[in-house]
C-alpha cells in the first residue's frame, strides 16, 4: 500500500468566520499532523479489502460515516489506536488517540492557509482544479503546486470532511467539509469557505484528508467542542449556512 504521508503542521492560531452569524472566533492550536494528499482511491480501496479504479484519484464518493470508519480502519492497519468509537451512528472523537482521524474544521483551515490571509494560497489555475478546468472527475492528487506546509489539493479537486458539526440548531447532524471541488467556481473554492452534510450522504465530490494528534483533553480540542457547534447554532442570523463574504 503507498504509505499515507503526513506533513507535521506547526503549533499556531487560526481566525476563523461563521458567516451567517456574522462571527469571528480565534483558535489556538496545537501541532498536529495531516495528510500531504487526500486519501487516495488506493489507500482506500488496500485497507477495506475493495478494488480501486483510478489508484490515484482521491476516494470520493464518501459519507462522513464511511470516512470515520476508515479512519479507524487504517489506525488499525498501522497497529495505532482507534481515534472513534460507535454508539450506533452516535461517534465519540477520543481525543487523546494517537490514531488516524478527520481534521477539526480549525486544523483544516489553517493547514489549508498555511500562513496566508487571502482567499487562496496561490493561482487557483496553479493550486487546484477547478470548475475552469473544464474536467468532469476527481484528478489525480499532486499534480498541481502544493502550499507552503507541503500540502496538495487542499483546494480544488474535492471536498474534504472535517470532525465538526456544521450548524447543529439549523441542520442537526450536518458535517463540516471544506476546500471545494472539481465542478465548483472561484467563489466556492477559498480557504473559508463552509459547507456540509447529513452523516450518510455522500456525493462524487467530497473526499476525505486523514489527521493525527492527540490531546490531553476528553471532550474538546483543536477548536472543536460542544459549546462552540452550540455557539454556532445560533438561529439568530439570516444568512444561509454555507454561504461567505466576499474577500475572506
Given amino acids: 500500500m503507498s504509505d499515507f504521508e503526513m506533513a507535521r503542521i506547526p503549533a499556531g492560531t487560526v481566525t476563523l468566520h461563521d458567516a ?59 497497529g495505532l489506536d482507534r481515534a472513534y468509537s460507535f454508539d450506533g451512528e452516535q461517534v465519540t472523537w477520543h481525543v487523546d488517540s494517537d490514531g488516524y482521524r478527520l481534521p477539526t474544521e480549525a486544523e483544516w483551515e489553517y493547514a489549508c492557509r498555511a500562513g496566508s490571509t487571502a482567499p487562496h494560497y496561490g493561482p487557483l489555475t496553479d493550486i487546484a482544479w477547478t470548475s475552469a478546468d473544464g474536467v468532469s472527475s476527481p484528478q489525480n492528487v499532486g499534480a498541481r503546486l502544493p502550499n507552503l506546509f507541503g500540502l496538495f489539493d487542499t483546494l480544488g479537486n474535492v471536498w474534504e470532511w472535517c470532525w465538526d458539526l456544521l450548524d447543529p440548531a439549523r441542520y442537526d447532524e450536518y458535517r463540516v467539509f471544506r476546500g471545494g471541488g472539481y465542478s465548483d467556481d472561484a467563489w466556492s473554492v477559498r480557504a473559508s469557505v463552509r459547507r456540509g452534510g ?51
Fill in 20 to 78: 451567517r452569524t456574522r462571527t469571528r472566533r480565534t483558535v489556538d492550536l496545537e501541532s498536529f499532523e495531516i495528510g500531504a494528499y487526500a486519501v487516495t482511491e488506493e489507500q482506500f480501496a488496500e485497507v477495506l479489502g475493495i478494488t480501486a479504479q483510478h489508484p490515484r484519484r482521491p476516494a470520493s464518493d464518501l459519507s462522513w460515516l464511511r470516512a470515520i470508519r476508515f479512519c479507524n480502519a487504517a489506525s488499525e492497519w498501522e
Fill in 198 to 248: 447529513a452523516p450518510r450522504m455522500h456525493h462524487e465530490d467530497v473526499g476525505m484528508r486523514l489527521a493525527r494528534g492527540g490531546f490531553d483533553t476528553v471532550d474538546a480540542a483543536q477548536g472543536w467542542s460542544a459549546s462552540v457547534d452550540a455557539e454556532r447554532g445560533d438561529t439568530d442570523g439570516a444568512l444561509p449556512s454555507g454561504w461567505t463574504p466576499r474577500g475572506r
